[in-house]
């Protein structure tokens, strides 16, 4: 118990660097680098799937490719959109963000958010799936509807996944989900929890994993979970007012209900650059011994997206 006491009071953060920067490299990505999301290939090569933004402001999904030894190198990236926008009038028709990948039985299931423009409020955003057969090298709409949309229990947009395990065959689902809408630009949200034994029909019963911490904060999102030293841990980003975004962290003994600690997170703004005025959209995952970061920088990635590695 010592041993893990010292470990989490010493948790801290080595950022690598920026990894991507947004510079028109392409007509899906003209600017933004937004939920940068990992899929692990082989070896050490490593995709990022990741939401740019066209000419119009408009989401669409692609990704870069680097190896974990040498990150800011990159490989490859899309020339197209993997993922693009939906039909007109569907519930991603203005934009397509990624969310979370999960490989399952030899298929990736890609969770995305879908865009619509708002007329009362700004935007509703709800959560769609993707999969593929190919190994990622195309992917296609499981449904034209979203799998996790406004219920009753849940009638505010937002609803937005933000990531899934599967532990002894229940897929465990941590999301975004609004409360209200304070005003026409800010909405109030924080993290929930869900689960599925497809990953396609998930049973929602109001559970609150990460709550606000006052009635000041007004959003609590991304989560992030990974099981170490027997422990539930997440990583999020949170807000207040209609402020930026900043890390928090969070534990549980059983993935349900977590208990903060954005004291510890070990992650903060830089003095200066791409990631001094915001860090966001976390994204954390295993490689080997290590525990790797990936976020966006300032202005929700328009100053792109890094890694962090975690000082063990």
Sequence with gaps: MLNQRKEYYNMNWEKIGRIFLPEGQHDWV??????PTIDHVKDDLFRVYFSGRDDLNISRTGFIEFDINDPTRI????????????????????????????????KKFFYIMGWNKGSKVRAAEVSGLAISNDNGDSFQRYSRSPIIDRTNDEPFTIL???????????????????????????PRYNIKYA??????????????????????????????VIKDDGKYKMWYCYAMGTGGYTMGYAESADGY???????????HLSDEGWDSQMICYPNVFKHKEDIYMLYSGNGYGKEGFGLAKLRR
């Design 160 to 186: 937005v996944v933000s990531c899934i395990l599967i532990e002894d065959g229940i897929w465990r689902m941590w999301y975004d989900s609004a409360d209200k809408w304070i005003s026409e630009e800010l």
């Design 195 to 224: 689960e599925s034994v497809d990953g396609i029909h998930w049973k929602r019963e109001g559970l609150v994993s990460v709550d606000y911490k006052d009635e000041n904060e007004t959003r609590v999102s991304r989560a992030s």
């Design 257 to 267: 209900q977590f208990t903060r600690m954005d004291d510890k997170v070990g992650i």
């Design 75 to 106: 490989l490859k990236l899309s020339k197209e959109p993997v993922v693009d926008i939906g039909e007109l009038g569907a519930y991603d028709d203005n934009g397509v963000s990624p969310t979370c990948i999960v490989n399952h039985d030899g």
């Design 30 to 35: 003209k600017t933004h680098a937004m939920l």
